[in-house]
């Protein structure tokens, strides 16, 4: 409940982006690139907005995984594409993405509190780990 509270204050409803999903996954990504250069480098080519639109349905099945405890075809996809054979995304990067979340929450929802960061990371923490293990 916490965690479906803050998601639509920050981010709003669904998976379509409006002004507050924008406004949060700008405001995510100038943190998480600010984290690392390895992490900058990955994304160099990357057009920002496309992968705006992608981050955004990603986290929609990465919830989903953490009810169902299932993982969509397209949460596979994208595993499979992250992993060392693709796009070689280190499994340490997720720790920095998840940190960089929850430095986003804290900054944009207005009731946050500690107890939303432990929110943040358990409804995470299960696609994350999905993703590492792929890797």
Same mark, same amino acid.
């Given at each position: 409940?916490?965690?479906?509270?803050?998601?639509?204050?920050?981010?709003?409803?669904?998976?379509?982006?409006?002004?507050?999903?924008?406004?949060?996954?700008?405001?995510?990504?100038?943190?998480?690139?600010?984290?690392?250069?390895?992490?900058?480098?990955?994304?160099?080519?990357?057009?920002? &907005?496309?992968?705006?639109?992608?981050? %955004?349905?990603? @986290?929609?099945?990465? *919830?989903? !995984?953490?009810?169902?405890?299932?993982?969509?075809?397209?949460?596979?996809?994208?595993?499979?594409?992250?992993?060392?054979?693709?796009?070689?995304?280190?499994?340490?990067?997720?720790?920095?993405?998840?940190?960089?979340?929850?430095?986003?929450?804290?900054?944009?929802?207005?009731?946050?509190? &500690?107890?939303?960061?432990?929110?943040? %990371?358990?409804? @995470?923490?299960?696609? *994350?780990? !999905?993703?590492?293990?792929?890797?």
């Amino acid at each position: 409940m916490l965690f479906e509270e803050s998601y639509a204050r920050v981010i709003g409803q669904g998976v379509g982006i409006g002004d507050k999903g924008r406004v949060f996954f700008s405001r995510f990504y100038s943190i998480f690139f600010s984290k690392s250069q390895q992490i900058r480098d990955k994304f160099a080519e990357v057009d920002i &907005d496309t992968q705006v639109v992608v981050l %955004q349905k990603s @986290m929609f099945h990465m *919830i989903s !995984f953490y009810e169902t405890k299932t993982a969509t075809e397209y949460l596979e996809n994208i595993a499979q594409s992250h992993n060392r054979d693709q796009y070689g995304i280190k499994p340490e990067f997720y720790d920095i993405w998840l940190e960089s979340l929850i430095e986003t929450v804290a900054q944009l929802d207005p009731e946050y509190e &500690d107890s939303l960061a432990l929110a943040w %990371q358990l409804a @995470m923490t299960p696609g *994350i780990q !999905f993703m590492k293990f792929q890797y």
